[in-house]
């Protein structure tokens, strides 16, 4: 898969794509990441790349011909997305992330100052997409945490395919709580239920851990996924032994 940055700061992904599972992804081919400058379209001797917004205001804003210029240089694979990376885009959540896994490439647009000229918004980019509900210095991070969470989704980037089928938002539910050696901490002991060998009764107390999760944390979640029977005795069960009286939940 290809990821192109269209960006005013290459410099920053440097350190940040070398380490971890996405350097390594890189390392093998898995991924490949490059980063242009659309200052190095600008056609005027100062190489400016934004202006004064039309009808006044504060700030700047990212001139058109830059960019456009910049994305007609890439080659091409298809299919492709140009993801304008703006606080006014579709939330990036992880279904998102599934669906852009499958693309060839990835032309991420990340903007400074005041934002980008209308135009790029309406004919350049194909998509819009927001990390949140608040507003950063630049696109930078969010294209970052893009990168990261599309390719540990490549075939061959996580080492146990498994790992990832179980893991918070794919199964619409939060992950359920983990543990490791030692077996008792400063008095806190792990579950007696993971040290028992009952495989089956293991995934009913993760998956019971998983509804209790996301119930307490975020029911918006749940709002989105039916339950089934079984499921709601089990989030049922599972708050009434953390608060007792509690054994209606709401279906």
Request: hydrophobic share 40%.
């Amino acid at each position: 898969m290809r990821f192109d940055i269209l960006t005013l700061f290459p410099e920053f992904f440097e350190t940040p794509l070398r380490i971890g599972l996405v350097g390594k992804a890189l390392q093998q081919g898995i991924a490949e990441v490059h980063c242009t400058n659309p200052r190095d379209f600008a056609t005027d001797k100062h190489r400016r790349v934004d202006d004064e917004p039309y009808g006044g205001g504060v700030g700047m804003v990212l001139k058109p011909e830059p960019f456009f210029a910049a994305v007609a240089s890439l080659p091409r694979l298809d299919p492709c997305e140009i993801i304008l990376l703006t606080p006014q885009g579709q939330p990036l959540n992880q279904a998102l992330l599934q669906e852009l896994a499958q693309k060839a490439q990835l032309i991420l647009l990340c903007g400074q100052y005041e934002g980008f000229d209308e135009r790029i918004r309406q004919y350049l980019a194909t998509r819009e997409v927001s990390l949140g509900d608040f507003v950063l210095t630049g696109g930078e991070i969010p294209a970052l945490a893009l990168i990261n969470g599309v390719v540990r989704l490549l075939p061959g980037t996580v080492g146990k395919v498994d790992s990832l089928k179980s893991e918070s938002f794919q199964a619409g539910l939060l992950d359920y709580p983990q543990y490791t050696r030692p077996a008792e901490f400063q008095g806190h002991k792990v579950p007696p239920v993971l040290l028992s060998g009952d495989h089956q009764a293991i995934a009913r107390w993760r998956l019971q851990q998983q509804l209790v999760r996301t119930w307490q944390r975020r029911p918006d979640l749940l709002a989105k996924r039916p339950l089934t029977a079984e499921e709601q005795q089990l989030l049922a069960e599972g708050l009434a032994e953390q608060h007792p009286g509690v054994n209606d939940v709401e279906k």
